[in-house]
């Protein structure tokens, strides 16, 4: 059995506590970087969401005010018409709601990159400490 140097110690702890503080750097950036661009997707989709909920709306009150205008020519009262399609566009405006609280989640939103990377390196170093005893 061979015995190591233990004056080698200190220039071996000093080696892995730089090895490990470079590791956690390289984590802290891949987090910032991974963060940086989950976010401005989000908010390019939250920009462009506002601007067609904006356009939408618009094209729909045309469209309602005209399908309401034909339902009550073909015989039903302005008002129930107007009862009619306001309960549908409702029913529409809530499956859009339901679809879109799906994409902006917590769990979409996370770093999965960054922490996959660091359950390796975790598994990594546990790894290389079981090796050496």
Wanted: aromatic share 4%.
């Amino acid at each position: 059995m061979a015995y190591r140097d233990l004056r080698e110690s200190p220039q071996l702890l000093f080696e892995t506590l730089r090895h490990f503080a470079a590791l956690l750097r390289s984590e802290a950036e891949l987090a910032k970087s991974e963060l940086r661009e989950k976010a401005a997707s989000a908010g390019t989709g939250l920009t462009c969401l506002a601007a067609a909920a904006i356009l939408a709306l618009a094209g729909l009150q045309v469209l309602a005010t005209a399908l309401v205008t034909w339902i009550a020519s073909v015989g039903l009262t302005a008002e129930l018409a107007a009862l009619l399609v306001g309960g549908a566009l409702l029913a529409g405006a809530a499956g859009l709601l339901a679809a879109a609280k799906g994409r902006l989640n917590g769990e979409a939103l996370l770093p999965s990159r960054t922490i996959r990377s660091v359950q390796l390196d975790v598994a990594s170093i546990k790894e290389a400490t079981h090796d050496r005893n």
